[in-house]
C-alpha cells in the first residue's frame, strides 16, 4: 500500500458524513421528522413521549423522577442515557426536531470511536476506516439504532471499547475512568451487559493481541483498570443508584412477572431449524425478508436476527485461513467462526446480552455484527499485506450468491428482491475488485474499496427510513382522526376542571399509541412500561390482567369500582351506545370520543375503615372484589396494620366531631397535598402505586406509609383536621449524590497527589 492511499480519520468522515447528508435529505426535503409510525412505532409512540417529559421534568424539576403519565405513576428514568439528557436541556417543542441530529450524532461518534478502536489494536487506517464504515451502517445502526434506548448502545460500545483498549495500551488512570463513567451514564442494564463485555474481553484479548505481554503484568493492570473503571462509573452515582435500585425491585427482574428462569432454562437448548435458517439469513441483513411492516421473518423487524455489515466484509473473511495466514490470524479465525456457530445453535448468548429477561437478538446482534466486522478487516488487511487467496476470494463470493438465490427461491413469497439483487451485485462486484494480479495483489486501492464499501451501506441502508411511515415535523402526538379526537376531550376536560385537580381519566377503547398520556398530558390508567412491581401486584392481584405482565397496561374497561378506586373522574368511549352502569353521565362529543362523568366517590384518597387479608380476597370473585375495595382496605399483614389502627384510636381521646371529608392536590408529579377531617383514626388509602420512593408527613410529623389492595399506598391518620403532604423522592438519590461526592474527590486528591507528591518523592528517592 502507497502512502498517497493511506486514508486517515477524515476519510471515514467524509464517507459516513456523506451518507448521513443523504438520509437526512430525504427527511429534510419531504418535511419529515425522524420518527415512524409503523412497526416501529416504539421509535415515536414510546420514546417520544419519553422524551417530552424528560425535558419538562429537568425543566421543572431539575430531576428525572416520578410521572402520574406513565399509567398508574411510575418512576421512569431507568431508560435514561447520556443522550437523553442532552436532548433534555433543550425545550419541549424542540424534541421532534432534535431526534435527526441527535442520531447523525450517534452514527458519528459511534463510527469515530470504532475507527480509533481498530487503530489502536494494530489495524492501518485504511482497514480502520473500512471497519468502522460497516460499524456504523451496520443492521443494528440502521434499524435498532432508530430506537433511542436501543441505538446509543453503538457509540457506548466504541467509545467503551476505545477506552478500555487504550488503557491497556498506555496506562493512563483517565482512559480506566471514562470507560467507567460511560457505562453508568447509560442505561441501567448497562451495568450488567458491560460487565459481561468487560469480562469476556479482557480475559481473551491476550490470544488475539499482536503484542506479547507478561501475563502477571497484564493481571496487575486489569486489576488496576477495573478499579478505576469503578471509580469511574461512581461518578454518575447520583443518576445510577436510583436506576439500578428501581430495575432491580422492578416486577420484570424480582416480581412475578419476570421470565429468568424460563429463559435461564431455554438457554441451554438448541435452537429450532426456523431460528437457525433466520440466523444464517441474518448475514444477508433484516431486510432481505422485508422491510419495517412489511418484515416476514421471525419476530419482528427490530427483534429479528440481522449482523449485517456489508458483503464485502463476509467474502474477505476466508482470507484469514489462507496458506500464507499468520497463527494469530487463523487463532482469530477459528475463535470467531466457533462464536458465529455457536450463537447460531444455542440461544445462550443472546439470552445472557439481555440479562435472561427477554428472548429478542436485539443487543446481541450488534455484538456478533461487531465479531463478523473484526474478522473481516482482518481478513482485508491480509489481502493488502500478503495477497489474496483466490479461492478463499471465491468461497465467500460463492457462499454470499449461493445464500442469496437460496433465500429468494425457496422464500418467494417473503423474499425482498430488490436487497437481494444488490447483495449479488457487490458481491460478483467485490470479487472483481479483489481479484488479483500476477503478483498477487488486488487490483484495486483500499480507498476504492472504501468508497465502493460506503455506496453498498448507503443503498442497503436507505429502504430502513424512506419504505416507511415517517411522522411530520408538525406532529405533536397522534397519527389518526382518533387520536385528534381525543385529545379534543383531553382539552375540554382540562378546562372543566382546577389546575391542580388529581383525579385519572381512563379509556374503554386502545390506545393511539403507547406512553399516549405523556403528550397529551393527563393522568391514565393504561401504559405501555416497565411497571414496578407494586403496580403489577395490583394489576394482577385485582385481575386486570390475569397473567404476568411487564410493561404492558391494557384499557380498564366494565370495572365501575375499580374507577372508582382509582380515582377515575372521566371516561373516554369510542362505544356508540351509552355506558351500561348508570353511575355514568354523558356530557359531550368530540367526533367518534364521547366523554362520560364518573358520578360515584371517584377520589384519589379515600377514608376506610375495615380490613380485608389479602388471602380473602383472592378467593373472591372479580365482582366481589372489586365490591370490597369500597367498603374496605385489602392487606397482606392484617395483625400489624390493625395494631397500628387500634394503637391510633386509643390516642383519639375525646376529640371534637369533625365531619368526614378528604381533598387532594397534585402540585406536581412529585408532591401531592391532601386536607383530611376525620372524627376517628382511620386509614386513609391513596390511589398511587406503593413505591419506597414516596413518603407523608401529618401536620409536619413523618407518618409512616404501607402497602395496601395488592400494590396501592395507605397511612393511618388521626382524629382531627390535618394536612398531609406527599413527596417523591428517588429512592437511592442522595446515596448516588454522595458517591459521586467521594468519587470526585478521590479522582481530585490523586490528580493532584500524583502531579506534586510523586515526583518530589522520586526526586528524594534519586542518589
Given at each position: 500500500m502507497t502512502q498517497n492511499t493511506k486514508p486517515r480519520l477524515y476519510i471515514f468522515l467524509s464517507c459516513a458524513g456523506f451518507n448521513i447528508a443523504i438520509l437526512l435529505l430525504y427527511f429534510l426535503i419531504n418535511d419529515k421528522s425522524f420518527a415512524f409510525v409503523d412497526i416501529g412505532a416504539d421509535t415515536y409512540t414510546y420514546y417520544y413521549p419519553l422524551q417530552m417529559e424528560f425535558a419538562k421534568q429537568l425543566h421543572d424539576l431539575q430531576l428525572f423522577t416520578w410521572s402520574f403519565s406513565a399509567g398508574l405513576g411510575n418512576y421512569f428514568a431507568w431508560q435514561s442515557n447520556l443522550l437523553f439528557l442532552i436532548d433534555a436541556f433543550f425545550p419541549q417543542p424542540w424534541q421532534l426536531a432534535l431526534r435527526l441530529p441527535t442520531y447523525a450524532l450517534l452514527l458519528l461518534l459511534a463510527g469515530s470511536f470504532m475507527y480509533g478502536?481498530?487503530?489502536?489494536?494494530?489495524?492501518?487506517?485504511?482497514?480502520?476506516?473500512?471497519?468502522?464504515?460497516?460499524?456504523?451502517?451496520?443492521?443494528?445502526?440502521?434499524?435498532?439504532?432508530?430506537?433511542?434506548?436501543?441505538?446509543?448502545?453503538?457509540?457506548?460500545?466504541?467509545?467503551?471499547?476505545?477506552?478500555?483498549?487504550?488503557?491497556?495500551?498506555?496506562?493512563?488512570?483517565?482512559?480506566?475512568?471514562?470507560?467507567?463513567?460511560?457505562?453508568?451514564?447509560?442505561?441501567?442494564?448497562?451495568?450488567?451487559?458491560?460487565?459481561?463485555?468487560t469480562l469476556s474481553y479482557l480475559i481473551?484479548?491476550?490470544?488475539?493481541?499482536?503484542?506479547?505481554?507478561?501475563?502477571?503484568?497484564?493481571?496487575?493492570?486489569?486489576?488496576?483498570?477495573?478499579?478505576?473503571?469503578?471509580?469511574?462509573?461512581?461518578?454518575?452515582?447520583?443518576?445510577?443508584?436510583?436506576?439500578l435500585i428501581y430495575l432491580l425491585s422492578s416486577s420484570r427482574v424480582s416480581g412475578n412477572s419476570s421470565i429468568f428462569s424460563t429463559t435461564v432454562s431455554g438457554a441451554f437448548t438448541l435452537t429450532s431449524p426456523a431460528e437457525i435458517a433466520a440466523e444464517i439469513s441474518g448475514l444477508?441483513?433484516?431486510?432481505?425478508?422485508?422491510?419495517?411492516?412489511?418484515?416476514?421473518?421471525?419476530i419482528n423487524w427490530f427483534e429479528a436476527p440481522g449482523f449485517y455489515v456489508g458483503v464485502l466484509l463476509v467474502i474477505c473473511i476466508p482470507q484469514l485461513f489462507a496458506s500464507n495466514s499468520s497463527d494469530r490470524e487463523k487463532r482469530l479465525g477459528l475463535a470467531g467462526l466457533a462464536l458465529l456457530v455457536f450463537y447460531i445453535l444455542s440461544p445462550l448468548i443472546r439470552y445472557a446480552a439481555f440479562g435472561f429477561g427477554h428472548d429478542g437478538y436485539r443487543v446481541s446482534t450488534l455484538f456478533i455484527s461487531l465479531c463478523i466486522v473484526t474478522l473481516g478487516i482482518t481478513g482485508l488487511r491480509h489481502i493488502y499485506q500478503h495477497g489474496v487467496w483466490l479461492t478463499g476470494l471465491i468461497i465467500g463470493t460463492i457462499f454470499v450468491v449461493l445464500l442469496s438465490l437460496t433465500i429468494a427461491f425457496h422464500n418467494r413469497t417473503v423474499a425482498n428482491f430488490h436487497h437481494i439483487i444488490l447483495l449479488i451485485i457487490f458481491s460478483t462486484g467485490y470479487c472483481f475488485l479483489l481479484w488479483p494480479t500476477r503478483s498477487g495483489k488486488p487490483r484495486t486501492a483500499p480507498l476504492t474499496i472504501i468508497i465502493v464499501l460506503t455506496g453498498e451501506l448507503l443503498l442497503s441502508s436507505i429502504p430502513s427510513f424512506i419504505n416507511r411511515n415517517a411522522v411530520s415535523t408538525n406532529a405533536t402526538f397522534g397519527i389518526d382522526?382518533?387520536?385528534?379526537?381525543?385529545?379534543?376531550?383531553?382539552?375540554?376536560?382540562?378546562?372543566?376542571?382546577?389546575?391542580?385537580?388529581?383525579?385519572?381519566?381512563?379509556?374503554?377503547?386502545?390506545?393511539?399509541?403507547?406512553?399516549?398520556?405523556?403528550?397529551m398530558g393527563y393522568n391514565g390508567t393504561t401504559s405501555y412500561f416497565l411497571q414496578d412491581k407494586s403496580t403489577t401486584s395490583f394489576i394482577e392481584?385485582?385481575?386486570?390482567?390475569?397473567?404476568?405482565?411487564?410493561?404492558?397496561?391494557?384499557?380498564?374497561?366494565?370495572?365501575?369500582?375499580?374507577?372508582?378506586?382509582l380515582g377515575v373522574r372521566y371516561v373516554l368511549t369510542d362505544d356508540q351506545g351509552a355506558l351500561p352502569d348508570t353511575q355514568f353521565s354523558y356530557i359531550k362529543g368530540f367526533g367518534g370520543v364521547k366523554v362520560y362523568l364518573n358520578n360515584g366517590p371517584s377520589s384519589i384518597a379515600k377514608l376506610y375503615d375495615n380490613l380485608i387479608t389479602e388471602t380473602d380476597a383472592d378467593a373472591m370473585t372479580t365482582r366481589e372484589r372489586d365490591n370490597a375495595t369500597a367498603e374496605?382496605?385489602?392487606?397482606?399483614?392484617?395483625?400489624?396494620?390493625?395494631?397500628?389502627?387500634?394503637?391510633?384510636?386509643?390516642?383519639?381521646?375525646?376529640?371534637?366531631?369533625?365531619?368526614?371529608?378528604?381533598?387532594?392536590?397534585?402540585?406536581?408529579?412529585?408532591?401531592?397535598?391532601?386536607?383530611?377531617?376525620?372524627?376517628?383514626?382511620?386509614?386513609?388509602?391513596?390511589?398511587?402505586?406503593?413505591n419506597k420512593g414516596w413518603s407523608a408527613t401529618i401536620d409536619s410529623v413523618r407518618a409512616k406509609l404501607f402497602r395496601v389492595d395488592y400494590g396501592l399506598t395507605a397511612l393511618i391518620v388521626p382524629a382531627g383536621s390535618h394536612d398531609i403532604e406527599v413527596r417523591y423522592s428517588p429512592l437511592g438519590f442522595?446515596?448516588?449524590?454522595?458517591?459521586?461526592?467521594?468519587?470526585?474527590?478521590?479522582?481530585?486528591?490523586?490528580?493532584?497527589?500524583k502531579r506534586k507528591h510523586i515526583p518530589l518523592q522520586r526526586r528524594l528517592s534519586t542518589p
Open positions: 478502536y481498530f487503530r489502536k489494536v494494530g489495524f492501518d487506517s485504511a482497514m480502520a476506516t473500512a471497519g468502522a464504515l460497516a460499524f456504523t451502517f451496520c443492521d443494528y445502526a440502521t434499524i435498532n439504532g432508530q430506537w433511542d434506548t436501543q441505538g446509543y448502545v453503538l457509540a457506548q460500545l466504541s467509545a467503551y471499547l476505545f477506552c478500555c483498549e487504550s488503557y491497556l495500551q498506555e496506562r493512563k488512570t483517565a482512559y480506566a475512568v471514562f470507560a467507567g463513567l460511560i457505562v453508568a451514564t447509560g442505561n441501567a442494564f448497562d451495568t450488567y451487559t458491560f460487565t459481561l463485555v481473551f484479548r491476550p490470544l488475539f493481541s499482536s503484542k506479547e505481554e507478561n501475563t502477571a503484568s497484564y493481571i496487575s493492570s486489569v486489576q488496576r483498570y477495573i478499579g478505576w473503571a469503578l471509580v469511574g462509573s461512581m461518578l454518575a452515582s447520583f443518576s445510577l443508584v436510583p436506576k444477508l441483513g433484516k431486510n432481505i425478508y422485508g422491510v419495517g411492516s412489511d418484515f416476514k421473518g421471525i382522526k382518533q387520536g385528534t379526537d381525543t385529545l379534543a376531550a383531553i382539552e375540554f376536560i382540562k378546562a372543566r376542571e382546577p389546575k391542580d385537580a388529581f383525579f385519572r381519566i381512563s379509556k374503554t377503547y386502545g390506545q393511539g399509541f403507547p406512553n399516549e398520556p405523556m403528550v392481584g385485582m385481575g386486570l390482567q390475569p397473567r404476568p405482565v411487564s410493561n404492558i397496561v391494557t384499557p380498564i374497561i366494565n370495572r365501575p369500582k375499580l374507577f372508582n378506586l374496605g382496605v385489602i392487606v397482606g399483614d392484617l395483625p400489624g396494620i390493625r395494631e397500628q389502627l387500634t394503637s391510633a384510636r386509643l390516642k383519639d381521646g375525646g376529640s371534637a366531631d369533625f365531619g368526614e371529608f378528604v381533598s387532594v392536590r397534585k402540585l406536581s408529579d412529585t408532591h401531592l397535598s391532601c386536607q383530611v377531617d376525620t372524627s376517628r383514626s382511620r386509614i386513609m388509602l391513596l390511589a398511587i402505586p406503593f442522595m446515596t448516588g449524590i454522595w458517591l459521586s461526592m467521594i468519587s470526585l474527590l478521590f479522582i481530585a486528591w490523586y490528580v493532584l497527589f
